[in-house]
Antibody
Framework: QVQLVESGGGVVQPGRSLRLSCAAS????????IHWVRQPPGKGLEWVAV????????NYADAVRGRFTISRDNSKNTVYLEMNSLRAEDTAVYYC??????????????WGQGTLVTVSS | QSALTQPASVSGSPGQSITISCTGT?????????VSWYRQHPGKAPQFLIY???KRPSGVSDRFSGSKSGNTASLTISGLQAEDEADYYC???????????FGAGTKVTVL
């Protein structure tokens, strides 16, 4: 079955960088786009970024545009989220999620269990 | 502050039906039938329940149904069960910056 496993979270100081990974299995990875969605502790969900199945297009939420970069390596079935200039408000559990359909990039089908990023001095 | 407004909490007894509303604007729900719903149990990842306002992905119970009127979308859970106690989030495409936005979430309590 579809499995998504996030990794790379941890505690980081404000202004520093961190790279998250999302390893996928159980489906044809190169045929599906992937989202990152985050959830601050005790709060709601916030969409972060999406990358198309072939990496040809990417889109970002205003809150992270210019600081975060999404990428993928289809040979490794992995999507990455490079996070720079981190702020306290970036503290959250970060989930990756498979697109339900490449025709409708706004739906989140399967989700990973998330990785916690804490930005604190 | 979320762009989509949901009630903080809704409750019901087992077997009853409840409805969760999600109000947006003409930049999202009012113009586009691109509304989805997700259920999240404490400490777990969200689960995909509804897309295109009314459609259910394969494997989702028909106790879950969606609808829309104007700028407001709704999720109805019929035959309420203990396992339905969770947080529920609406989501919509938004033409503002070509993005996806979530509601703040509604906590459903089964009495």
């Amino acid at each position: 079955q579809v499995q998504l496993v996030e990794s790379g979270g941890g505690v980081v100081q404000p202004g520093r960088s961190l790279r998250l990974s999302c390893a996928a299995s159980g489906f044809i990875f190169s045929s599906y786009g992937i989202h990152w969605v985050r959830q601050p502790p005790g709060k709601g969900l916030e969409w972060v970024a999406v990358i198309w199945y072939d990496g040809s297009e990417k889109n970002y939420a205003d809150a992270v545009r210019g600081r975060f970069t999404i990428s993928r390596d289809n040979s490794k079935n992995t999507v990455y989220l490079e996070m720079n200039s981190l702020r306290a408000e970036d503290t959250a559990v970060y989930y990756c999620s498979k697109l339900y359909s490449n025709y409708d990039w706004y739906y989140f089908d399967n989700w990973g269990q998330g990785t916690l990023v804490t930005v604190s001095s | 502050q979320s762009a989509l407004t949901q009630p903080a909490s809704v409750s019901g007894s087992p077997g009853q039906s409840i409805t969760i509303s999600c109000t947006g604007t003409s930049s999202n729900i009012g113009t586009y039938n691109l509304v989805s719903w997700y259920r999240q149990h404490p400490g777990k990842a969200p689960q995909f329940l509804i897309y295109d306002v009314t459609k259910r992905p394969s494997g989702v119970s028909d106790r879950f149904s969606g609808s829309k009127s104007g700028n407001t979308a709704s999720l109805t859970i019929s035959g309420l069960q203990a396992e339905d106690e969770a947080d529920y989030y609406c989501c919509s495409y938004s033409s503002t910056n070509t993005s996806v936005i979530f509601g703040a979430g509604t906590k459903v309590t089964v009495l």
